[in-house]
């Protein structure tokens, strides 16, 4: 047995033993993800960097899992040089692996600089813009919590299910789901809007929420010309001038298998 | 209506569906858009044999188009100086207004870019002088599309045809 210091204070340890290993059965909490008693240390994760001073030499940072205790080891495991590195590694390990829990919980634990937990959303606006400058309908807004801001359903009912948002999102961060006749906007895990879909009277599909089409009718306002006041999807539209749409629906259906149509 | 017209002589289609894929080659297109499309009606009986017909559904370019009113960023337009209704993707923003304003279900949704797609008569190949993609591959050439002035007089034709005296009661 050999004296060394940590912090400060004086243990009795055994020459060789990793030091990461006698850390941990003193109790000494140093942050580490790659280290296992059974296998040799790899020294990949870098987070239980320590410093350490050793007789007639400037002080050191080394990791804790490689580096073998010897006489005269005086070893820091917080200091500023320690907390830098160890951002600077998780920074790097959140680039490879950032919706890790375990990380960001040792982020949390040991006060290193990882933002927030990252929720697929770039904060690009396009949702929100193109909801209340194109379709006028004014369902999402920016709110800031905790600092930071969030794409956030603006007002209870003013979502009209049209999908524009879901097909602008860059990186699919809102998006929608279809169940039987519901449709669901989501973004994160909050609902945006749940809306009934219109079922294809000819061929039975759900093909637009109700106050999408609502919607195409206002915007139709005033055209000069008068159209079918039933709605038929896009498909059986193509049909529906024919007189004998009793022949066509089952050939559109069979085209277009049972897929949710466009609209 | 533009002041072209892409005539389909029903008599001659045999709904081989060529037009559709020359036209979603030319414009690079899934398989879900179709811009063109032909709808098989029937079979039915008549006089006790079975039929169908075959109809080539494309835009029809209307004079006050539904699209072109709906949409709300002005990316659905009509060209002036031929009346081709036309999209011009840098402004649609894939909100499919369009698609369910349209009383034929013409604007076709393409999925792989998020935005709508539509018959425009081939305008990029009109305006070099070429015919549209669908109208050059038609197998039995019931496709013709021109000025509408220059449509050829089939329906006269045929009526005619079938109006005038036969050999029967020349001889008669």
């Not at chain 1, 280290?35 to 239980?48: D, E, G, I, N, Q």
């Not at chain 1, 979502?159 to 524009?164: A, D």
């Not at chain 1, 609502?214 to 709605?231: F, N, W």
Request: hydrophobic share 35%.
């Amino acid at each position: 047995m050999i004296p060394i210091t940590i912090n400060g204070d004086v243990y009795e340890a055994l020459p060789g033993q990793r030091l990461l290993l006698f850390l941990m059965e003193k109790g000494i909490r140093v942050p580490h993800l790659c280290f296992h008693r059974a296998l040799t240390p790899a020294a990949s994760c870098k987070l239980c960097v320590v410093e350490i001073k050793e007789k007639g030499q400037a002080h050191q940072t080394r990791l804790a899992c490689a580096l073998k205790i010897r006489e005269g080891l005086a070893v820091t495991t917080e200091s500023a040089m320690i907390h830098q590195l160890r951002s600077a590694a998780i920074t790097d390990l959140l680039k490879l692996a950032p919706h890790s829990e375990a990380i960001h919980r040792i982020g949390r634990e040991f006060g290193l600089h990882t933002g927030a937990p990252p929720d697929g959303c770039i904060r690009c606006r396009l949702c929100i813009r193109v909801c209340s400058e194109i379709i006028g309908a004014r369902a999402l807004t920016m709110e800031k919590k905790n600092g930071r801001n969030f794409v956030v359903p603006s007002e209870k009912g003013s979502c009209i299910g049209c999908l524009t948002c879901t097909n602008l999102c860059p990186t699919q961060a809102i998006y929608f789901v279809d169940e039987g006749d519901v449709r669901t906007i989501m973004i994160r895990d909050t609902v945006v809007g749940r809306h009934k879909l219109e079922k294809c009277p000819i061929c039975g599909r759900m093909f637009a929420t109700t106050r999408f089409l609502d919607h195409v009718r206002r915007r139709e306002d005033g055209h000069p010309e008068e159209k079918a006041a039933l709605q038929y999807c896009p498909t059986c539209s193509k049909g529906y001038y024919r007189k004998n749409l009793a022949h066509t629906a089952p050939k559109l259906a069979t085209i277009y298998g049972n897929k949710a149509v466009q609209g | 209506m533009s002041k072209y017209f892409l005539l389909q002589d029903q008599q001659k289609c045999i709904g081989c569906h060529s037009c559709e894929i020359q036209c979603k080659t030319n414009k690079g297109l899934p398989p879900e858009a179709r811009p063109c499309q032909v709808i098989q009606v029937g079979p039915e009986l008549f006089n006790g044999r079975p039929r169908a017909s075959f109809v080539f559904m494309p835009c029809f370019h209307c004079e006050n188009p539904w699209c072109v009113a709906a949409c709300p960023t002005g990316a659905m337009q009509r060209r002036e100086k031929d009346g081709i209704v036309f999209i011009d993707h840098d402004l649609c923003v894939g909100c499919k207004t369009c698609i369910s304003a349209c009383p034929w279900g013409a604007p076709q949704w393409n999925p792989a870019i998020g935005k709508v797609v539509k018959c425009d008569y081939c305008m990029d190949r009109i305006d070099q002088g070429l015919k549209p993609a669908c109208v050059t591959v038609c197998t039995t050439h019931c496709l013709t599309f021109n000025v509408t002035e220059k449509m050829p007089v089939i329906k006269r034709q045929r009526y005619a045809n079938a109006m005038a005296a036969t050999r029967e009661t020349w001889s008669a």
